[in-house]
């Protein structure tokens, strides 16, 4: 990822930032400018909304066998989730043993270090989710 699409894309990766349909009021993460139901009707009624951060597992799958530079993960999950607002986002959970997992757990999001670019570069941050009781 270029160093210009990672500071473009930061407001909605690290504040969860969505845009609403002033419209038809549906969500969409990352945000849009323009609604896909409502088309034209939406141009200039998009609202910035913040995601609450907390949201339900929806579906769920174990990684056995990942790729090298995730082997230390391993296993670990990756879970569809939806926000309490509405929309699906895919991330890893954390911080929780594989075999806890079901669906319809409670999850909230936290920032973790994902990579980085050479011991001098830039370092990138992503969201996760991790257990919410």
């Not at 757990?105 to 830039?122: F, I, N, S, Y």
Request: some cysteine.
């Amino acid at each position: 990822m270029s160093t210009a699409r990672l500071w473009r894309e930061n407001p909605s990766r690290y504040n969860l930032a969505a845009s609403k349909c002033g419209v038809c009021g549906k969500v969409f993460f990352p945000p849009r400018n323009v609604c896909s139901t409502c088309h034209r009707k939406s141009i200039g009624k998009m609202e910035q909304l913040l995601l609450s951060g907390e949201g339900e597992v929806y579906s769920y799958s174990v990684v056995h066998e990942a790729p090298s530079q995730f082997e230390m993960l391993k296993p670990y999950v990756l879970a569809m989730v939806r926000m309490d607002e509405g929309v699906m986002l895919t991330s890893q959970l954390i911080d929780v043993d594989p075999k806890e997992v079901d669906i319809g757990m409670r999850v909230k999001t936290t920032l973790r270090k994902v990579g980085e670019d050479g011991p001098a570069g830039v370092i990138y941050y992503g969201y996760k989710f991790t257990p919410n009781p």
